[in-house]
């Protein structure tokens, strides 16, 4: 899992549902390309049965089907100012997940 380097984050409600329906949709689908998502995606899949946090990358965030959610403006629009990757909390909060 990887660490919080924020000490104050994002709280957006329901995002952490959202998130949680994005990991389980992500594995029930299968990557035409032949790539797997390999533990990353299983260690998500068991943190959010268990009701941890969960981390996305960026691009999950300010995706598609984020926008088409309306979940857009969860992480900074400025590619400069973004992490990598995200860890939501079952609060519905967000902070930097390195």
Not at 19 to 26: H, K, L, N
Not at 36 to 59: F, K, Y
Not at 68 to 89: H, K, N
Request: aromatic share 6%; glycine share 10%.
């Amino acid at each position: 899992m990887p660490r919080l380097v924020a000490a104050r984050g994002n709280t957006r409600p329901g995002l952490y549902e959202w998130a949680c329906a994005e990991i389980r949709s992500v594995h029930a689908r299968p990557d035409p390309r032949g790539h797997s998502e390999g533990g990353w995606l299983s260690e998500q899949l068991r943190n959010a049965r268990h009701g941890q946090p969960v981390t996305l990358p960026a691009w999950m965030l300010d995706g598609h089907t984020a926008r088409a959610d309306r979940v857009v403006g969860a992480i900074p629009q400025d590619r400069a100012l973004r992490a990598a990757a995200y860890a939501v909390g079952p609060d519905d909060s967000i902070l930097p997940a390195v």
